[in-house]
């Protein structure tokens, strides 16, 4: 039927029956039988003794058997509705994981929208005030401020040296008629 042509080597029945090569311990080793020296563990090519019924032959081999057969594959039963489920779970809460995500990116667009439009009132708002202060601050409007608080023009000043008290320049009295805007009528 499906004969599968033999191994090179295959159709040996004794591999100690071809003579040794010349060539040292590993030579002489494998011109023992097979059975002769066995091993275990991590003590290889320590000779144990052998059990009396270890030392029978093995059965020889006949021509054209191979030595080694391929075993079919045992038969495995795995249940699949968990792992079906499982994969579902994991793909449906993947989905809902980015649906979630892409949401919150959405909404956080909004406000970063809206926020820029409220910076920008805010910038226009905050150039007015500043344009107003300026205002208010300038020589002009400073003196008229004054006037209408009933403050006048000073003459020159005087200054007193700290360390030892003189006086530098002659002190006066500020001149001037109060305005009127700032209720003082003739100071009675």
Do not use: C, H
């Not at 006949?62 to 038969?75: D, H, Y």
Request: charged share 20%.
């Amino acid at each position: 039927m499906n004969a599968k042509p033999p191994r090179p080597g295959a159709g040996r029945q004794d591999r100690t029956a071809r003579a040794p090569r010349p060539g040292g311990r590993v030579a002489a080793l494998r011109a023992e039988p097979p059975a002769a020296y066995p091993t275990r563990g991590s003590a290889a090519l320590r000779p144990e003794p052998l059990a009396p019924e270890a030392a029978e032959p093995a059965p020889r081999r006949t021509a054209g058997v191979p030595w080694l057969k391929v075993a079919p594959p045992l038969p495995v039963s795995v249940p699949r509705a968990p792992f079906v489920l499982l994969v579902l779970v994991v793909v449906v809460g993947g989905v809902l994981g980015i649906l979630m995500v892409n949401t919150e990116i959405m909404q956080n667009a909004f406000r970063l929208e809206n926020l820029k439009r409220e910076q920008v009132v805010l910038d226009r708002t905050q150039q007015d005030l500043e344009k107003q202060i300026a205002d208010l601050e300038s020589p002009g409007n400073l003196a008229a401020q004054a006037r209408k608080l009933g403050l006048v023009p000073a003459g020159s000043p005087a200054f007193i040296r700290l360390p030892d008290g003189r006086t530098i320049g002659v002190p006066q009295p500020a001149g001037g008629a109060p305005s009127l805007a700032s209720g003082d009528q003739g100071g009675a």
